[in-house]
């Protein structure tokens, strides 16, 4: 399949939906221009959330900056300040103790597992399936536990800090113990949920070639993360990240970008973060968790990107006598909205909100004012 | 003589009818504590809560008014709903026997598409806040199509119920005739007569089969879940019933578990022979029947996905043609 | 007990709004009510997003400009006795973003909810916990069951 095209021209009526709508886990306002409840065109309204936090960034210090971007998403919160730290961190070369990128690796794949785990039980409720999505729930609580322990809060946890993770965050023997049993738990639940999705034809034939997004097209709308991955191109930015030198996991692909190559893509995606943070409890090197030892200057504009749960995250800024200066974020879901409006073309009203929600959309990152003109 | 026995059969049809509405409010607490709870492992609400504490709650609500072009006509519906049950469960008794034009399955199928129409209407009427009424800025400067007509969530559930009048209810009125191919007539006392005779329909190679298109029919019918595209809930929420509040949104709770019971109740009547009547111990049989429907119904909708155009379309397809294998052999 | 509280007290409809937080308090609170291991429908409070159904409104996020409207509509839609529950820092006082432009009046924060439609009940915390949420709504109780 190379491209999709519109049955037809006819646009019969238009349905809005939003800001309020129990398929959306945010406020955004979608227009669904449909004939004969098949969807011809889709138009995404985000910045009904936009509250500009790199406003507020602007001239803070940047230690308090980075705990600030916490609060760009709740989701992906422990991605936010891992990133921005690390902006800091490279443009002031300060180095970083071996077991503090460790415990940013076992925070970041935990957020990642509590990611996907969100996105498949999500994504069952969109479907109507409440059972599997309880299920999954039920998995996720365990993650959610962990990030509790290791953060002491469910949702925030400001791991990282500038130089390394805080030492609350640090793990000894207990913990490591308790993450290593948990993880038997999530493997064992998540293989038997794979299973039953697997085996459940109903499911499958639902949500087979629903809201299918091609491997060129997604090339062309610049599409990042696992929604890219699932339309079968292995493109992970964690490959290039010196964090995860240290650590043996493959690149999960699906070849279709449907709802069921996504859903099955963050399953599979899953076991590898698993597998990760199994490698990374076993080898967790002994010593500091955070270097005190740096100097502020100032810099010019550092760049970061990493590979989060749902795509890749750009932060940007320059430091100018310990504050910060001119801040870019640039979140996934910024550069996967198109790939929401164009996976929706083709599809019943039904699964437009499903197709909506198969790109893993996060509007409260993606809100923010952002305008790059290169000349 | 002949109007003690009238006035004694009114009251005990009266004394059915309440006691069967009684036990119907339980139903849909049935349904999701002890089966949808169950197998979703958590502990769910109390049996009494959904059917009969929050119809009694909304009764004290305030009785707002709801946005809707023709609100008269909208409020009524759901009482023409209930109506249309509590006549249907009437026809069921064997207190109406009497009445051939009531207890013909004409009549039975008349109130069903009633019922129907009644979704289509409510649909159409409800103009809910959460879509085009939602003061949103959408035709801006810059806004794709501006001038399009704009259609609420409840406009497609109208158009939606409309599509499942022409095909959707198929099923349902198929295995209803499929016993009367046996019995060689439409009226309920005699298809209870010939049933009795001859034993339950339902143990016939065709009645077996009717039994399952029954059971299809049955959810299409009360909108669960693979079948409940009307009201999904990813899109148009609660599809025709957005608008209701208090007293009305009461009836519309209550009318679910009624219906549920009235048709476990049809089925009892036209595939086993046993008419519900207090004063007989076969209550008990109408009462079973009624619960091992709620039962498959919730386990059924618990594992299912709702259903889209293109898997609905099969599956009603499916059902049909079953439908018509049962009456081919029934006839045969 | 009349029959009117003892009808209430088993049966509470909570609809969520979001009016633009960090989707922290949003994910917690339907996390609550759709998770088995919290579940809250065996407390009696069901979620639901029709407001003609709902008693309780539970509200999280700061409100931004674009919200505000939608929350007075969805606020207005809800047959009385209804209450709200402003959920997280954000809901109740502004949280980070408040300040966001100092003392000038910021244009894009409308918050806290307080400022938009009463408040009866507020859940601190960043994020909510759902345990919270739950004690928050069940803490409307007595205020739910008197009103007419």
Redesign the interface.
């Known amino acids: 399949m190379e491209e999709k095209v519109p049955r037809s021209n006819i646009i019969e009526t238009e349905i809005p939906m939003g800001t309020v709508h129990p398929a959306a886990l945010e406020p955004y306002r979608v227009r669904l221009f449909v004939e004969d409840e098949i969807v011809q065109e889709a138009e995404i309204t985000i910045g009904v959330n936009h509250r500009g936090i790199e406003r507020i960034m602007e001239g803070l210090p940047v230690e308090k900056a980075n705990s600030l971007t916490e609060k760009i998403c709740g989701i992906c919160s422990n991605s936010h300040i891992w990133n921005s730290c690390r902006t800091a961190e490279i443009g002031l070369d300060i180095e970083i103790p071996e077991r503090a990128t460790y415990i940013r690796v076992i925070m970041g794949e935990l957020e990642r597992l509590h990611s996907h785990f969100l996105y498949l039980a999500h994504g069952c409720e969109t479907v109507a399936h409440e059972t599997f999505s309880m299920r999954v729930f039920y998995l996720r609580e365990i993650v959610m536990e962990l990030l509790a322990m290791i953060g002491g809060n469910r949702v925030q946890y400001g791991c990282s800090v500038l130089g390394g993770v805080r030492p609350r965050c640090d793990l000894d023997e207990a913990k490591l113990q308790r993450l290593k049993e948990d993880m038997d738990k999530i493997e064992e639940g998540l293989t038997g949920f794979a299973e039953r999705f697997l085996a459940d034809s109903i499911l499958i034939s639902r949500i087979t070639g629903v809201g299918v997004l091609p491997a060129k097209q997604a090339i062309k709308l610049a599409v990042t993360g696992p929604s890219l991955r699932a339309t079968g191109v292995a493109r992970d930015l964690r490959t290039n990240m010196f964090e995860y030198d240290d650590f043996d996991f493959n690149i999960v692909t699906q070849p279709d970008g449907d709802v069921k190559s996504n859903l099955l893509m963050r399953a599979l995606e899953s076991f590898e973060s698993i597998k990760i943070i199994r490698q990374a409890i076993a080898n967790i090197p002994e010593g500091k968790v955070i270097n005190r030892d740096w100097e502020m200057f100032d810099t010019d504009i550092i760049e970061s990107y990493i590979e989060v749960p749902r795509g890749t995250l750009y932060h940007s800024y320059a430091l100018e006598s310990g504050r910060v200066r001119h801040c870019i974020i640039r979140t996934p879901s910024m550069a996967n909205i198109g790939a929401m409006q164009y996976a929706c073309i083709g599809d019943h009203i039904t699964d437009a909100q499903l197709s909506i929600v198969q790109c893993d959309p996060c509007f409260t990152c993606t809100d923010r004012a952002i305008e790059i003109i290169r000349r | 003589m002949f109007e003690n026995t009238a006035i004694i059969s009114i009251l005990a049809l009266i004394i059915t009818v309440v006691v069967c509405f009684i036990l119907s409010t339980l139903l849909p607490g049935i349904e ?1 504590k002890y089966v ?2 169950r ?8 049996v ?3 059917g ?3 119809p ?2 909304f ?6 008014e ?1 946005s809707s072009p023709v609100p008269g006509l909208y409020k009524a519906l759901p009482i023409i709903c209930f109506l249309v049950v509590l006549c249907m469960l009437i026809a069921l008794t064997p207190y109406a026997f009497a009445i051939p034009a009531l207890s013909s399955l004409v009549a039975i199928v008349g109130l069903l598409k009633v019922e129907e129409i009644c979704y289509v209407l409510m649909g159409s009427l409800s103009k ?11 035709r801006v400067k810059g ?3 501006l001038n ?6 409840e ?2 559930s109208a ?2 119920s409309l599509r499942m009048i022409t095909y959707g209810s198929f099923p349902l009125y198929l295995a209803l005739f499929a016993p009367v191919t046996a019995a060689k007539s439409i009226f309920l006392q005699d298809i209870v007569a010939y049933q009795q005779a001859n034993g339950p329909f339902l143990f016939t190679v065709a009645g077996g089969i009717a039994a399952i298109v029954f059971f299809i029919g049955y959810m299409i019918v009360l909108n669960e ?2 079948f ?2 009307i009201k ?4 148009v ?2 599809g025709p ?6 007293k009305y ?1 009461s009836v519309v709770f209550i009318t679910r578990g009624f219906l549920m019971f009235t048709l476990g109740v049809l089925f009892s009547v036209l595939f086993i022979g046993v008419p519900a009547t207090l004063f007989s111990p076969t209550i008990i049989l109408n009462i079973v029947v009624v619960l091992v429907f709620v039962l498959m119904m919730g386990i059924f909708s ?10 609905l379309l099969p599956s009603i397809l499916g059902a049909t043609l079953l439908g018509i294998l049962a009456i081919v052999l029934g006839l045969l | 007990m009349s029959i009117k509280s003892f009808s209430r007290a088993r049966a509470i409809h909570v609809m969520l709004v979001y009016t633009g937080g960090c989707n922290g308090c949003d994910i917690e609170i339907v996390n609550s009510i759709l998770s088995p291991r919290f579940d809250a429908e065996q407390y009696k409070v069901f979620l639901t997003w029709n407001p003609r159904e709902a008693d309780v409104l539970v509200v999280t996020g700061p409100v931004t400009h674009l919200n505000r409207k939608p929350l007075e509509a969805i606020y207005e839609a809800i047959p009385d006795p209804k209450l709200v529950v402003a959920a997280g820092s954000c809901a109740l006082m502004g949280g980070v973003y408040k300040n966001i432009h100092g003392d000038i009046p910021s244009e894009e924060i409308e918050g806290p909810v307080e400022n938009i439609i009463p408040v009866a009940a507020k859940v601190p915390g960043c994020a909510v916990r759902p345990q919270d949420v739950l004690a928050g709504v069940v803490s409307l109780l007595p205020t739910l069951l008197d009103a007419d």
Request: contains cysteine; aromatic residues 10%; positive net charge.
């Open positions: 999701r949808h709870a197998i979703q492992q958590r502990i769910g609400p109390p009494t809560s959904p009969i504490m929050a009694i709650k009764l004290f609500k305030e009785n707002i709801p809910s806040i959460m879509s085009v009424r939602m003061p949103f800025p959408d806004a794709a199509h399009t007509t704009r259609s609420f969530i406009d497609i158009k939606r879940y693979p409940s595209i999904a809930k990813c899109d929420i609660e019933y957005m608008e209701y509040a208090s949104r618990a594992f299912t996905p709702v259903f889209t155009n293109r898997q």
